[in-house]
């Protein structure tokens, strides 16, 4: 196994949803943007408005200096932090996809050099060539999203993979087409708050202002209803039943994770209306600014709800949260093992080089094992990937504070801990506790000794840090 990053003060997830969701942000709107300028410069041609122009020269300035440089720099955040949070999880993704990745970054060079091509061929070619290379950028951009909404369904939804191994049948799984659409709209809706941004920097009597305000007002409310629309009727139908039941499940999709969205969705829809509706002074940069912040609100509890109805996989009905294989997979020239069965009887320290060699399960103070620092290495592998472990993250409470959740059921000593790590299975969000008796055992004093520290005033057995072998 590799060692564990559970993060300090942000949890490693807190840490990789913020970087993923800005992101988000970013590439949606410039995939959106791409094609919302391209449309503004064919009507600036078609229509004889040259003084469109402006709009669309200070549009893609400013996806030049942010969308693409800040964006992608969120993009390879993504790479690093979830090779630090879940390397066997990203390292399943790059062996079944790897050309897929390979193409994606053969249209992101595309994407890359077009905006920087787009931008300083304003005046110097022809307005239909410049045109023409807009929708060059255009196409590529919707590649880029296209490889990746295929690689991030396999995730949730694998579909016929798991009978046959192939990658394209992991990468067109179940979820696909209507992610791909469903995100195609709602990427208009946020583009449009960009556009409003955009035309607001303009001086206040320019044609273009009122212009494009009231285009991005009507492209954004289409984008939007028919984004939500297609995730309420063809995106969910289609989730796994597993997925279903966990969508059900306050434990793990707590209520303020759908306050967030709807927050996002109202908002949005509100501005968008203002937008098309209001007189164009309304549209300030400012409104425009709100109605980002406000968006990447929504898309967070989005983006956090789509990742937690895995639970408790990685990649659903393959490898767990904790990137422990559970199933035994046929592929003909290929096998995949399970590998619960073998840990439990062997015992996961066998398999944890790294903790080991900084100290766990080695000769305490009475020259046995210290059963805290094992205990510690074991919950950190089995339990840090969805809840906090330790005291470097516990400010974060609610389901996620594994110390909180055991003193809430008043489960704050090792005998009464044990018997829960050994019934955890029969939860449907979480797969049975791996290894031995006596490393669950080890795995109960740390976590008692963890309640008895975050919370001094609950009842911890006296003899938990004799126990515990603490230095």
């Not at 829809?269 to 609100?297: D, K």
């Not at 008796?437 to 008895?452: D, F, N, P, S, T």
Request: charged letters at 15%; proline letters at 6%.
């Amino acid at each position: 196994m590799y060692p564990v990053w559970e993060g300090y003060i942000l949890h490693s997830a807190i840490a990789i949803a913020i970087i993923a969701v800005a992101h988000v942000i970013f590439s949606h709107v410039t995939v959106a943007a791409t094609w919302f300028n391209w449309w503004v410069e064919r009507k600036s041609l078609v229509e004889n408005k040259p003084y469109l122009q402006d709009y669309l020269k200070a549009s893609a300035l400013r996806l030049l200096m942010f969308a693409y440089t800040i964006g992608a720099m969120f993009g390879v955040g993504i790479w690093f932090s979830v090779t630090g949070s879940n390397p066997r999880g990203i390292s399943a993704l790059i062996h079944n996809f790897v050309f897929y990745w390979a193409s994606e970054w053969f249209w992101f060079i595309i994407d890359v050099f077009g905006i920087a091509v787009y931008y300083y061929t304003f005046g110097r070619v022809s307005p239909k060539t410049h045109a023409r290379i807009g929708l060059i950028l255009a196409l590529a951009a919707s590649g880029t999203l296209a490889i990746i909404v295929g690689i991030l369904g396999f995730k949730l939804s694998p579909g016929a993979w798991l009978q046959t191994g192939l990658s394209l049948d992991g990468f067109y799984n179940p979820t696909f087409w209507p992610m791909l659409f469903a995100r195609f709209g709602l990427m208009f809706a946020l583009t449009a708050l960009y556009a409003i941004l955009v035309a607001a920097t303009l001086p206040k009597d320019h044609p273009a202002r009122e212009e494009v305000v009231r285009l991005a007002g009507k492209v954004g409310l289409v984008g939007l209803v028919v984004g939500v629309a297609l995730i309420f009727f063809w995106y969910v139908p289609q989730l796994p039943e597993h997925a279903k039941t966990v969508l059900r499940i306050p434990q793990v999709i707590q209520p303020v994770f759908f306050a967030k969205m709807l927050i996002g969705v109202v908002a949005t829809a509100l501005i968008l209306l203002l937008a098309l509706l209001a007189p164009p002074r309304a549209a300030t940069p400012a409104l425009g600014f709100l109605g980002l912040l406000l968006a990447f609100i929504g898309l967070f509890g989005a983006e956090r709800t789509r990742e937690a109805i895995r639970k408790p996989d990685v990649v659903l009905g393959y490898m767990a949260a904790n990137q422990i294989i559970r199933v035994d997979l046929d592929f003909g020239s290929r096998k995949i093992h399970a590998e619960a069965p073998v840990l439990d009887q062997e015992g996961l320290l066998k398999k944890l080089p790294f903790a080991v060699a900084k100290g766990a399960a080695v000769a305490g103070p009475g020259g046995g094992v210290d059963p805290v620092e094992t205990g510690r290495a074991l919950v950190a592998l089995q339990c840090s990937s969805c809840h906090t472990v330790s005291k470097a993250t516990a400010f974060l409470g609610g389901n996620r504070n594994l110390a909180a959740i055991l003193k809430r059921r008043g489960m704050t000593t090792a005998d009464m801990i044990e018997p829960y790590l050994n019934a955890i299975g029969g939860f449907p969000y979480m797969h049975p506790v791996v290894g031995t008796q006596e490393e669950r055992g080890y795995m109960a004093r740390y976590l008692e000794k963890l309640v008895g520290e975050l919370y001094p005033e609950a009842k911890v057995a006296p003899n938990a840090v004799a126990h515990g072998g603490e230095k």
